[in-house]
């Protein structure tokens, strides 16, 4: 069973559409987290919910909502799709109250293109 | 099931010393690995890469070390500088363009 599964893996679409990510863990964790990997590779936080509630909501476009219906699930909602919103979008989740890195578990990736 | 490994979740060393992260991987397509360290409240920041062409890549005091035969990878940082405690992720990937991330180990340097 996938800890962390991401739906769909691969995203092609076109330029002002409005799209969405899901993510699921079925760890019991209580804290997850969406990530944008840029062209560097670099790793760039967006959100993070914890127990469905919002705790980080980093300078992103309000075009990105997240949205989590419990805290099993992130899902990652985008309007008005743009070509430099093109990039590979990890879910990941943990649990907090122990040390900081405990538990961290990612999601494999969404890649979504823009056309 | 966890493709990508991480099997000590914290690690400490003293100043000066060399740090040895260590990673197993299951998936013997996967071709392309790297490194990320993270800071408390920062996303990751990539940090080195390896492809499967390659047994060793270096930068600066960070060494990354592949061993396919026992689809092993380890991270080396000589020497180890207070400003490198932070968790350590390793990640691989194959030809789907997937990557798969280990559960990160914290490094902790002693001054």
């Known amino acids: 069973d996938t800890a962390v599964s991401q739906t769909p893996k691969y995203l092609v679409t076109q330029m002002g559409n409005d799209k969405s990510i899901k993510c699921e863990q079925n760890?019991?964790?209580?804290?997850m987290y969406w990530y944008k990997q840029d062209s560097k590779k670099f790793l760039k936080i967006m959100f993070s919910?914890?127990?469905?509630?919002?705790?980080i909501n980093e300078t992103v476009p309000n075009r990105f909502s997240p949205k989590s219906p419990d805290k099993a699930h992130l899902n990652l909602h985008i309007n008005s799709l743009e070509l430099g919103d093109s990039a590979v979008y990890f879910c990941a989740s943990r649990r907090t109250g122990t040390a900081f890195n405990y538990g961290y578990t990612f999601g494999s990736g969404t890649r979504l293109t823009v056309v | 099931d966890q493709q990508v490994k991480q099997n000590s979740p914290s690690l400490s060393v003293q100043e000066g010393r060399i740090s040895i992260l260590n990673c197993d991987y299951t998936n013997s397509m996967f071709d392309y690995f790297l490194w990320y360290k993270k800071y408390p409240a920062e996303g990751p920041t990539f940090l080195i890469s390896i492809s499967s062409i390659k047994d060793k890549n270096e930068d600066g005091r960070f060494t990354v070390f592949l061993n396919k035969s026992a689809k092993h990878l380890s991270l080396h940082i000589v020497p180890s500088q207070p400003g490198d405690s932070a968790v350590y992720f390793c990640a691989a990937s194959g030809a789907g363009n997937q990557f798969y991330f280990g559960t990160g180990t914290s490094l902790t340097v002693i001054p």
């Open positions: 919910y914890n127990n469905k509630e919002l705790i």
């Open positions: 760890l019991g964790h209580d804290t």
